[in-house]
């Protein structure tokens, strides 16, 4: 099983500079590694894709930056730049990794080949994470975590990490409120599912904007609207940003002030999903849901409400913490889920605004996100049977 546990670190002064610089190295390193792949894509693309054989002509194609080749040029830079082996060799590594997945998202596209835009070099202060990719569990010890070239740094620890449980990797984020440690932690021995797993005890939830959830046995969970109630503060806040000279101290202050807004309207929110989930899991072992195009949600004119709600991290949420309890999370298609009668499987089209199901069929009438969480329940039971079946 793997998890991840996440802790506020208190660095001095003389380590938040050092995590400071190392952050903007990184930066400069990540722009420059960026920039020979794009150098090599225009030198070496063509905007004809097709011409006569007799003309035809393969220029020699220029070789080509690669994870491996800009890994391998990471041994000059320190010796044309001493200052970066105050790096890490692993955060430094970490680089042409990350240059290497972003580039090819954007050319070739991911597993699903759904292709990214074109990556954008980091701007100061937007480069805010660097990782350690292997970690000696003896460098944690009680509220102390020992970083290579940062040195040992007070951790407050809120949690105890379970018995078992290794920490893998460690990555170092710099948010608006201070500087944080994720640890990336797995135990082989937990079991993938519980042993008392009832797959019939299961329910189907349909997530909105009114409510939050509406639930296959009629429960259901008002949307909290955490950035609709927090837009006059945050009005406020980018005034104050806007009013202020650019490249003066106060206006550093008040971009801190409106990044410490948005990060206590983004932890509500994360608050609320955790609560909702463990609320889930605790009643049942099989939660059924959609599997909704978020992406194409957020570009309608509900965007800021769909945004708002954050349904794709409450799903992940929800999806992790059922894995790491030995429950199951089902996603099943959504089409039609709404419109089908959950009595006799009529299809009742309505408009958006129709907040009832009313069949003239079998004559049900109920509320439509009740009768879309009844059928996401049925579909996913049916899909938790294929999948037992399979496995």
């Not at 190295?25 to 006569?52: K, T, V």
């Not at 509220?143 to 920490?167: A, E, M, Y």
């Not at 994720?182 to 299961?202: G, M």
């Not at 206006?251 to 609320?279: E, M, P, S, W, Y």
Request: glycine share 4%; charged share 30%.
């Amino acid at each position: 099983m793997k998890t991840s546990y996440q802790y506020k670190i208190k660095p001095n002064k003389e380590q938040a500079e050092k995590i400071d610089n190392t952050l903007e190295m990184l930066r400069y390193q990540y722009n420059y590694q960026l920039a020979q792949r794009f150098d090599w894509y225009e030198m070496n693309r063509c905007s004809i894709d097709r011409c006569s054989l007799i003309v035809s002509h393969l220029p020699e194609l220029k070789n080509q930056p690669n994870y491996y080749s800009q890994k391998a040029s990471l041994v000059q830079l320190k010796k044309d730049r001493p200052w970066y082996k105050d790096i890490h060799s692993q955060v430094l590594q970490e680089i042409p990794k990350k240059v290497e997945i972003t580039f090819d998202r954007w050319i070739k596209g991911d597993v699903n080949g759904k292709k990214s835009g074109k990556p954008r070099f980091k701007g100061k202060g937007q480069y805010k994470t660097f990782t350690y990719s292997q970690f000696n569990q003896a460098h944690f010890i009680n509220n102390r975590i020992t970083l290579s070239k940062i040195g040992s740094v007070k951790v407050i620890v809120h949690r105890q990490i379970p018995d078992g449980f290794k920490i893998k990797t460690v990555s170092v984020t710099k948010k608006a409120d201070g500087y944080y440690v994720t640890l990336s932690l797995d135990d082989q021995t937990v079991p993938t599912i519980k042993p008392d797993f009832n797959a019939n005890n299961i329910v189907g939830i349909d997530v909105g904007l009114i409510d939050f959830y509406v639930a296959s046995d009629g429960s259901k969970v008002k949307a909290p609207k955490f950035l609709r109630k927090s837009e006059r503060r945050l009005k406020s806040a980018q005034r104050k940003v806007s009013r202020r000279k650019k490249g003066s101290n106060r206006r550093k202050k008040a971009i801190v002030k409106l990044g410490k807004q948005h990060k206590k309207v983004a932890d509500t929110r994360k608050d609320f999903h955790f609560k909702t989930a463990n609320n889930l899991l605790k009643n049942y072992d099989v939660i059924a849901v959609e599997k909704l195009n978020i992406k194409g949600l957020a570009k309608s004119r509900l965007a800021k409400s769909v945004s708002d709600a954050a349904w794709s991290q409450f799903i992940s949420i929800l999806t992790v913490k059922a894995e790491n309890a030995g429950l199951k999370v089902v996603a099943i298609n959504p089409n039609g889920t709404s419109i089908e009668c959950s009595n006799c499987g009529t299809r009742v089209k309505k408009t958006l605004s129709q907040r009832t199901h009313d069949c003239p069929n079998c004559k049900v009438s109920l509320c439509r996100d009740l009768n879309a969480s009844i059928n996401i329940k049925a579909r996913g039971t049916h899909a938790l049977k294929a999948q037992l079946m399979s496995s």
